[in-house]
């Protein structure tokens, strides 16, 4: 692939689908080009940000594979976060004793 002129970052690069050697399986390998805004400052501030290509790419990656493999992407969308409440009522009431200290 390769941008458009018109591209915020312009970037191209190949994937390619090998097949392994015990032909259980398949290696994706991706090489990237790309030329961040303000060259190597704007390189390292996406990299400290976590946005840098490689970060993208491999999460990216990590998707397609889930994908590929169950046939969805899961999420924890739409769950609780987590119990009001410990399973034990000893914790609980510890656990106010404290917040009203």
């Given at each position: 692939?390769?941008?458009?002129?018109?591209?915020?970052?312009?970037?191209?690069?190949?994937?390619?689908?090998?097949?392994?050697?015990?032909?259980?399986?398949?290696?994706?390998?991706?090489?990237?080009?790309?030329?961040?805004?303000?060259?190597?400052?704007?390189?390292t501030f996406?990299?400290?940000?976590?946005?840098?290509?490689?970060?993208?790419?491999?999460?990216?990656?990590?998707?397609?594979k889930?994908?590929?493999?169950?046939?969805?992407?899961?999420?924890?969308?739409?769950?609780?976060?987590?119990?009001?409440?410990?399973?034990?009522?000893?914790?609980?009431?510890?656990?106010?004793?404290?917040?009203?200290?």
């Amino acid at each position: 692939w390769r941008s458009t002129p018109d591209s915020t970052v312009e970037n191209s690069g190949t994937v390619q689908f090998l097949p392994t050697t015990g032909g259980r399986g398949t290696i994706i390998k991706v090489d990237l080009e790309y030329r961040p805004p303000m060259g190597a400052l704007g390189a390292t501030f996406a990299k400290m940000m976590g946005e840098s290509p490689e970060h993208q790419v491999m999460s990216d990656l990590r998707r397609l594979k889930q994908l590929l493999e169950t046939g969805e992407i899961p999420t924890t969308e739409g769950q609780p976060a987590g119990r009001k409440t410990s399973t034990s009522p000893k914790f609980d009431k510890w656990a106010r004793s404290l917040a009203e200290v």
